[in-house]
């Protein structure tokens, strides 16, 4: 049975929601979920299934904290501790809503790097007209360079294959234009490495507009691209739902009854973009299974991380892309 290691004190709704989250896992998977946190505060939820556990965390990391300070002082705080479980073989993948720099950083200083990843890159599900794309890196690096680069296609190509199950998955660059010679000197020289490479399926730059049109399954881009990518969707989603509630609300007569006729619309394009279908963002290039879940989640994105986290270990991603990027450097 997998198990997986389960911060309950970090997120804007924790612990409740990160415990519903895991009581609802338990109840549809065959996992078994550590909550890591405060014993305490835990205990009193009087959590009763034989598939879930405690382990006490004295410390937490609040979201504001500098995540290398958080690291070096807070060494029982419920990230530390979740992710020395999986250091030590006692859980299988670590999930945590909390502080996503600290995640990164105790990701990175105790499971350590895949040997051939130089830098880790955090990877997102991006809504799409036709399912989703893998968008990689979001922001946990802003100043990359063409090798970098070259790394997260790699790695968002085995993911995308492996746990998402696209069958070559195309890998786009993300640009000002569609030309090889657009872009900026990081983007031109991307370019080149990744037409080079053999084991990806690179079908050239994207333009921002080609991003929800579903021109690519796997997109490249820096952390600081891609962060203001991932802030402006999510302000863009918020602020359309709003002002057509708002219209409807405050509308005619015929407005509020087209809202009602439309509802099932509106609902069934509500779980389309929603981040809680998608759950946890994988860090990808870490030496073992540990994903970012949004700081606002509730019980359905924690059910839905553990998700991902379990196909993560099922299909022995780790294993398999730490074998191919060692493959891939040792034949050039």
Do not use: W
């Not at 105790?110 to 809504?127: E, K, M, Q």
């Not at 234009?177 to 991307?190: I, V």
């Not at 963002?281 to 359905?300: C, F, T």
């Not at 994105?301 to 294993?319: H, L, N």
């Amino acid at each position: 049975m997998i198990t997986i290691a389960l911060d309950a004190m970090g997120g804007d709704h924790a612990p409740d929601e990160i415990v519903k989250g895991a009581q609802l896992a338990v109840q549809n998977f065959d996992v078994a979920v550590v909550l890591v946190g405060n014993e305490g505060v835990l205990s009193s939820y009087n959590i009763d299934h034989p598939n879930i556990k405690i382990v006490h965390a004295a410390d937490i990391i609040s979201m504001d904290e500098a995540p290398l300070q958080a690291y070096k002082k807070k060494k029982n705080s419920s990230i530390h501790v979740g992710l020395e479980l999986v250091k030590n073989n006692q859980a299988d993948a670590f999930i945590s809503a909390g502080n996503t720099g600290a995640v990164m950083s105790c990701s990175l200083f105790i499971l350590g790097r895949i040997p051939g990843v130089d830098r880790p890159a955090l990877a997102s599900l991006i809504p799409t007209k036709k399912g989703h794309a893998l968008m990689l890196d979001m922001g946990s690096n802003v100043d990359s360079k063409p090798m970098h680069l070259e790394q997260y296609a790699l790695m968002g190509h085995f993911f995308s294959s492996q746990v998402l199950h696209v069958n070559q998955p195309r890998v786009g660059l993300i640009n000002i234009g569609e030309e090889a010679e657009k872009g900026n000197q990081l983007t031109q020289d991307a370019y080149g490495c990744l037409s080079r490479n053999s084991t990806i399926n690179f079908i050239g730059n994207l333009e921002g507009k080609d991003i929800l049109f579903h021109k690519a399954d796997v997109i490249v881009c820096d952390g600081f691209v891609g962060n203001a990518l991932l802030k402006f969707g999510e302000g863009l989603v918020e602020f359309i739902l709003t002002e057509i509630k708002h219209s409807i609300i405050n509308g005619s007569l015929l407005s509020r009854l087209g809202g009602v006729l439309l509802r099932p619309v509106f609902q069934t394009l509500k779980k389309r973009i929603d981040y809680e279908e998608y759950g946890g963002a994988p860090l990808l290039g870490i030496n073992g299974v540990s994903l970012v879940a949004h700081g606002k989640s509730k019980e359905k994105a924690i059910y839905s991380a553990i998700r991902t986290a379990m196909e993560s270990v099922e299909s022995d991603m780790i294993q398999k892309m730490s074998m191919a990027i060692h493959s891939e450097y040792a034949n050039q």
